[in-house]
């Protein structure tokens, strides 16, 4: 892998801003509802909605490169234990002493703030209209978009959670590092993506990076998990992430980059699956499964259908066991319950 540098890829990523202000919107407006939701939910109620994420956005992406990626990470967290409910926001209290976000396969969680900050501005523009898990939904479109991706139409409507799940269901609902195409198929299927949205959606790789202590278990021959790995860049994890325990702080705190263009939204990340360049072991299989190698080879050739793809995917996915109506509330502060 050749990475590209920190300064070659944060200018190129300021050109894509530039891009994005003439961009088109991806995705079909003209649905007025998609499980409860709504493409105009708040025109009428906060109708600078959109603006205001942007604006609070734009900055913290400038000031720190790596923020898109640990939004959109945030949204699929969220989303993939007990629905698009903002419960990964929720800060324990009284009795329940090890939340969601105490999963280990949370590690690394960020931006949770950031959240909560561009809420206390809606709160002064218009108070207790929009729900945190919307704000989650919204932070990740936009960081796709800033990113070089598409910006997506995303239907909105959404209510908060008054609740929290235990770690133990954060264990068991999210997926596993060394997840393979069978179980993310499966995953992805339970909330009726096509195959090819769920090659799409894994596509939110191409941004960000992967710690050492989900890398290491590729190193282990009994597990199956090195196929499709170029020998070259097998060497080059070892030399980044060498053996040392994955529940170590040294695992912890290294990194490799997703992909050759780790702050850029594009189609790298199947060039490398293509390549045996993938960090986790679906990133690799999904480049050699007959069932998935043809759409890896599609979206590599074609960014324009992988964006059309990733936006589907991006919906279904934002709009999974989401709260409507009387079903959830609208939170004043993200982190506690009201």
Known sequence: MKPKSIAAACASCFLVMSFMLCSCISGDQNETNYEGLSYNYYEKTCPRLEEIVRSSIS???????????ALLRLMFHDCQ???????????????????????AKNFGIRKRELIGSIKTSLEVECPQQVSCSDLIILAAREAVALTGGPLIAVPLGRKDSLSTPSKHVADSELPPSTADVDSILS???GIDMTIEESVAIMGSHSIGVTHCNNVLSRFDNENATNANMDPRFQTFLRVVCPEFSPTSKTAEATFVPNDQTSLIFDTAYYDDSIAG???LRID??????????????????????????????????????????????VRSVCDKVD
């Open 284 to 329: 690799s299989e999904i480049g050699v499964d007959p069932r998935t190698r043809p759409f890896v080879e599609a979206f590599a050739a074609d960014q324009d259908r992988f964006f059309n793809a990733f936006s589907s995917a991006f919906v279904k996915l934002s709009s999974y066991r989401v709260l409507t109506g009387n079903n959830g509330v």
């Open 187 to 189: 995953l992805f299927a």
């Open 277 to 279: 360049r993938g960090n």
């Open 59 to 69: 900055p913290m992406f400038a000031l720190d490169p790596t923020a898109p990626a």
């Open 81 to 103: 234990v007990q629905g698009c409910d903002a419960s990964i926001l929720i800060e324990p209290s009284g009795d329940q002493q090890f939340t969601e976000l105490d999963s």
